[in-house]
């Protein structure tokens, strides 16, 4: 899967952080902008990264949760 396409499905608030943190804004920066939590974007962005895995590299990547 593109990643373009990934990006392109996600909820309209992981959309944003991801594309603040494309940006080069920091974890911190991002939260004050949204009004969420710093650990919450963190959450959002490994979670992110975590999906994109498994349908990037279905079987390879089976140990991510």
């Known amino acids: 899967?593109?990643?373009?396409?990934?990006?392109q499905r996600?909820?309209?608030c992981e959309k944003q952080v991801a594309?603040?943190?494309?940006?080069?804004?920091s974890q911190a920066?991002?939260?004050?902008?949204?009004?969420v939590s710093q650990p919450?974007?963190?959450q959002i962005l490994r979670g992110i990264a975590t999906r994109y895995a498994r349908v990037s590299c279905p079987g390879q990547c089976a140990g991510l949760k």
Request: aromatic share 12%; proline share 4%; no cysteine.
């Open 40 to 42: 919450r974007v963190s």
């Open 10 to 12: 996600l909820p309209e």
């Open 29 to 35: 920066e991002i939260a004050r902008r949204l009004g």
């Open 1 to 7: 899967a593109s990643v373009e396409y990934f990006l």
């Open 19 to 25: 594309h603040m943190h494309e940006e080069g804004y």
